[in-house]
């Protein structure tokens, strides 16, 4: 099939070519809408008009970025990983994962589960919503996505398969390193206008032993391929409700560090505690943010290492090689280097939401300036200490000592 | 064109079937013949008859490994990666890199510059030659063939391409993973006879705080995608004279940790020590090895050093990121930390030549039994302190000193 835009005239058709849509609505008529609020594609919302309850989504890739226009050529084939990414985790985490009903990287369209009765997770921390169930979703899905693509679980043949099938988002992982990794963190043209002029950014942009240690961070995303990484597991690219949470949109998947996916997560967890603190919401709220974020991180390493314990053999390990005794703190010591590599991306990744091209509504949507700036430099706090010191992280309790600042 | 496994009744329509190789010889009858001592692969040297003086030397992989048979497959595609990583060494470092004449993946075979006047390193090594320019020359093609292939030099686009043009070279990469990194470590069917009831091997098998460090230095070779690596520099796979050097040989190559190269290379030097000093060789000779190594590590670093200088702008690092000084800091520890990595891995490297299936010449031959174990002792002494302490080493120093036996 060669590649064409969907839009209201040809969609329909499109929709009637595939059995599985065509099941699934049983014949009726179709509404379309086009949703407008993405950045980077196409979406199509698809209702049975007899049954408002019957919907589907449909994601397009084009050749350009859809909020700027033709202007922004970006490679239609980003739509290519994100199919083979959503495919991926449907297999690990089929109930985090939104249902499939078509994948068509030719078309760089794929049609799945329309999530009405979820949010976007960053909208819902600001509206002070708790998700009792959300630490332990997540780290489901964190602990089986990255432990049953690494080499600590699929042999060595698979693992460079898996490799192979995400090798090629070049586009988009060099959109991370110039954005999250290096013109946030200079005067740069793609900066936030906010940036000019503030004393923060002043002190950040002149900070050498930060962006030193950015540079070995930059350089791990780069050249460590431990696992198959969403590549953007920010606060907007979940969607949840009090029961459920669905992870979406990983078009920025490519085979990178275990550290990167979790700490994008903890660093916007991070920074919807900053910005309620400088907003003087509810303390109680405050600390459930905190208490999710070591739940998240316990919850992690213990599924982690469950699924570890569980395997024998793998691309590392045979059976027969090694002790029980020495193997555990092999184990260990693995997974304390996760967790540091963890605290130094969540760095990275909260450091560029404050001057960068793009920052998230939390803070800088705070309408109140001196409010804004109060999360501004709480964040930035705790994110130069984290890249500059990742290494020195001993557990999960330093990493939050860190954040509520007693030491 | 199809694959046909080349012999002498067809090997001469093949090569005149290429210009290059035509204009070699202007026409000249030919003269064929196998050479007996390729483990892998069929080697024919064809000679001019007319002009004894004009040679080259084609080589063509079989679909199972040539000095067992055919009851032991293994995928020809390797000499893919051998093509690929002879005409990027070839580009990088021409001097050192025999000339291609004819590389064809289809047909698995490659035609190149017979070196006659050139031997076997370990050879060389074994007859107590001394190669005055051997440093100069390998830290060269390991400084220019590493840096150039790194994120340090090329753009993420370039570095991307690079590792998907090795990226499948997953059996022969499994076999290291087995071979260095496994077997040799345990009671294993593939290890050598000599391994059976002896001391050493009975103490190195249960050494279990040895073998946790394998685990995370074979993790490393499994993930860490630094630089393309050549993947099998041992003195066997170097041809030299005292005026030249040529590495050979790249059917391992894959896009792996900078130290894995320099490991092997150092842990076959050191090996070559300690099997003189077993044999109570001359001293000075063995003195020269000792210093050999010293100037190997010292110039690899500077050459990698002074090209890293010479470039502004590569994936990592864009011109106006960070000051001088935070740049040369972050450099010098990078380069500390491939020095490690360089140390583990040739640790591994060394103690799998005591025992596994692989021997090196310099050892498994000598005859003299008592003298073999002192040089597999002395051997073992040296490895294994290199794979547990790899991390604590501070400089090139401190290495000659772990060889020296001094502390």
Redesign the interface.
Known sequence: MNYYILDKTNIIEYLNSIENVKAYFGGDNLSIDEIGDGNLNFVFIIKSEKNKNKALILKQAVPYLRCVGEEFPLNRERMTYEIRALQSFSEKTPLHTPLIYDANEQMSAVVMQYLDEHIIMRKGLINEVIYPKFADHISTFLAHNLFKTS?LYLN??S??KC??KF??N?EL??LT?DFVF?FA??EHETNDIYAKGHESAKKLFED??F??AV??L??KF?????ALLHGDLHTGSIMLNKKQTYVIDPEFSFVGPFGFDIGALIGNLIMSYTSHMAQETEITYCEWILDLIEEVLTKFESKFLDLWNEQNES????S????E???N??KK??MLNILRDTVGFSGCKMTRRMFGIAGVEDIREIKDLKKRDKAIKHTLKISKRFVKHYKEIENIQDVITIIKGDK
């Open positions: 080499s060595s043949t693992k460079r490799m192979d090798n090629s070049t992982c060099k390193e290096t963190f200079i050498e032993k962006k030193k540079l070995g930059k350089y780069m050249t460590q391929s431990d691309a590392l390990i045979t027969t090689f090694i002790k005794k020495e193997l703190e092999f010591e693995f």
